[in-house]
């Protein structure tokens, strides 16, 4: 069995069913949880639409906050928007989504979606620079940080070798691919276990936030 | 009755000398640990998980931190305050907790009373980072549970031990109980103001504070004649006084006390004085402290007084002219409360020029001095450094005066002026409004 035949079968595979159970097993493990609940008098009753405005507005902090923070809140969701850019409509991503899911989607020029990897890959390393070098950031990290970010990293970096044919170590071009293949899995191993699951716990908590300023008649 | 500055500095005095009330812990460490920890696991619920589960590590929250921004040193960021209670989630109820634990080391006492400045002096519980994380995590409830754990672990500052000491023997409230109101409300019927004492049944009962009776007894005056201005039937209550959130227990306790003295009054409103930290306690926290809705409305006074001006029940003539004012917004009444604006709708009515701060509203700067760290001697430094920053904003406003609806942003305002020779006047919205009834 090739490197690449097994980052396609069983590595995949097994990935599939870690990342899936994972991200059960925590969610499940966070909502089951007892909630408390607040009997006191609402000052507004529109609690779920609060909740759902703050899924919005969370993006959107007000001018006096957001001043003091625009290159993490650029940076942060430019990497967020060019890297599913790159991963969704780089055309040779395509058949494994078609053979993955049975169907598949226009995508967008090599050059366009090149970029948006390359802009995505260049954020990624000047927030690792900085998660390494500010103090308030290096005194909250912990390993799952680094290894969160560096995890999102190799996918990009392995794609853009074998793009470009640059291939380590005298290494063949599927063999490549395989590894390309294999960061991917190692991506979607580690991601219940890491801070990479916000992408499915950022809505709930947002909203929970909006739901509890609401009832205090507070903008989330 | 004004607020002199004997009356002030007195009350300056009295506060480190709170600290010498009690003596160190006589419990074992590992007891102190256990109650901070059954304390931790106690409070968490899916609502923390959820937070906590979220959070990114971005460091966002330090850049609303009016202790990090001051100082600029990284400690102060609001989500490392939570570090113990992250780690006693993550090992022991997060359903990751298997793997948790081999990575994430177990709290010691050590930990804590490292912690306790973070928590004490370096947080004001002002709640402006809980709008800053892009996650939307609530970082001053866990704060709040922190600080619970931290007390159950005897940890609370000197002074904050002290204050609660005092309340649960003496039932007093530095130096303020019940023979100080029954002192206060003598003092104004000689003034010609009726304080209807201990009625048997009234539809508004007033609660006063020991801010107000040491400091600003004006504030309560200004209440009293409001109240009878709007010619309701209310009563102050002489055994009851705002409460400190030193302590859940004793909280707690003091919560049950004053709802069952509202209820057994059979009032339809409890009126809070210009006092920050009983708001959220007595608003939002204690219908879950007595496990079900209240029977009556809480109301602040700067809440109750902007409803009734703009309601037209009540009329205020323009203030005497003294020039553009702004208002700070109390974290507990406003971010933790909603109350926006009923205050400046009294400003408004009381013909003054408001000029807003860039930060004010939901995103206001905290005084500094919030959450007891006022009281907290060894953290007047840190106080000062945020409360530079408020300074900056107001004086970027050009007004002359600050108004404000919590008697304690008012007593920290007063007490950095002092100490910058900052010529401001900082005043009392209420004591506004008493003093401008229109006839």
């Known amino acids: ?220 | 009755m004004s607020a002199t500055i004997a009356n002030l500095d007195a009350l300056r005095t009295a506060l480190p000398a709170l600290g010498q009330r009690v003596g160190r812990s006589t419990r074992t460490d590992d007891e102190r640990l256990a109650r901070a920890r059954a304390v931790m696991l106690g409070e968490l619920d899916a609502s923390h998980a959820t937070y906590l589960e979220t959070c990114l590590h971005c460091g966002m929250c330090a850049h609303a931190c009016h202790f990090y921004i001051g100082t600029n040193e990284a400690k102060y960021t609001p989500i490392y305050k939570v570090e113990p209670l992250k780690k006693v989630y993550q090992r022991e109820i997060g359903p990751m907790r298997w793997l948790r634990r081999l990575v994430v080391s177990d709290i010691s006492l050590s930990e804590l009373e490292d912690w306790q400045p973070l928590v004490y002096d370096a947080c004001t519980e002002c709640g402006r980072c809980d709008l800053m994380c892009p996650m939307g995590i609530q970082i001053s409830p866990m704060i709040g549970i922190m600080r619970r754990a931290l007390a159950a672990a005897d940890l609370l500052p000197a002074e904050l031990a002290g204050a609660a000491d005092e309340q649960k023997t003496l039932g007093s409230v530095l130096g303020a109980g019940r023979a100080e109101i029954l002192s206060l409300a003598r003092e104004l019927e000689t003034a010609g103001v009726h304080v209807p004492l201990d009625l048997a049944t009234a539809d508004v009962v007033v609660l006063t504070s020991a801010v107000d009776i040491k400091a600003y007894a004006n504030s309560f005056k200004a209440t009293a004649k409001i109240l009878n201005r709007l010619k309701l039937k209310w009563t102050l209550l002489s055994n009851s006084i705002e409460l400190l959130g030193t302590g859940e227990s004793l909280k707690e306790l003091h919560v049950r006390r004053i709802v069952e003295e509202v209820v057994r009054h059979e009032a339809k409103t409890l009126l809070l004085p210009e006092c920050g930290h009983a708001y959220p306690a007595l608003r939002f926290d204690s219908a879950h402290m007595i496990g079900e809705p209240l029977p009556f409305a809480v109301l602040s006074i700067a809440e109750f007084v902007g409803r009734e001006i703009m309601a037209d029940r009540l009329k205020v003539k323009r203030a005497p002219a003294m020039g553009p004012v702004t208002y700070h917004d109390p974290c507990k009444l406003g971010r933790h409360g909603g109350v926006f604006e009923e205050p400046r709708a009294a400003i408004k009515a009381l013909g003054l020029e408001l000029k807003e701060m860039e930060s004010h509203g939901r995103t206001n700067y905290c005084c500094g001095g919030g959450g007891g760290q006022f009281m907290i001697a060894r953290g007047a430094q840190l106080r000062h450094r945020a409360f530079e920053i408020k300074m900056r904003e107001v004086d970027d406003t050009g007004a002359g005066t600050v108004l404000t609806a919590c008697n304690s942003c008012r007593l920290n305002y007063q007490n950095g002026a002092s100490e910058s020779n900052w010529q401001k006047s900082v005043q009392s919205i209420i004591e506004l409004v008493g003093a401008n009834l229109a006839d």
């Not at chain 1, 870690?18 to 609402?42: E, H, N, Q, T």
């Not at chain 1, 009753?45 to 625009?70: D, N, Y």
Request: hydrophobic share 55%.
């Open chain 1, 1 to 220: 069995m090739t490197i690449l035949e097994f980052a396609r079968g069983p590595a995949f595979q097994a990935a599939l069913w870690i990342f899936a159970f994972g991200v059960c097993w925590r969610l499940a493990g966070v909502f089951l949880m007892y909630r408390r609940f607040d009997r006191s008098k609402p000052r507004r009753h529109h609690l779920v639409a609060g909740g759902l405005r703050a899924i919005v507005m969370r993006s959107l902090p007000p001018h006096e906050l957001e001043k003091r923070i625009v290159f993490q809140h650029v940076s942060g969701y430019a990497w967020h928007l060019t890297f599913f850019i790159s991963l969704l409509f780089f055309a040779p991503h395509l058949p494994f989504f078609k053979q993955f899911l049975g169907f598949g989607w226009p995508t967008l020029p090599n050059t366009i979606a090149l970029l948006s990897g390359a802009i995505a890959l260049a954020i990624l390393l000047a927030l690792l620079w900085r998660r390494a070098t500010v103090p308030v950031l290096r005194q909250i990290s912990s390993l799952d940080d680094y290894l969160s970010i560096v995890l999102v990293i190799l996918p990009l970096a392995t794609g853009f070798m074998q793009y470009a044919r640059v291939l380590p170590f005298g290494m063949r071009y599927e063999t490549l691919l395989g590894v390309h293949i294999l960061t991917i899995c190692a991506l979607m191993v580690w991601f219940p276990f890491g801070k990479l699951m916000h992408l499915f716990l950022a809505f709930p908590a947002r909203f929970q936030a909006g739901a509890l300023l609401e009832r205090k008649g507070v903008e989330a």
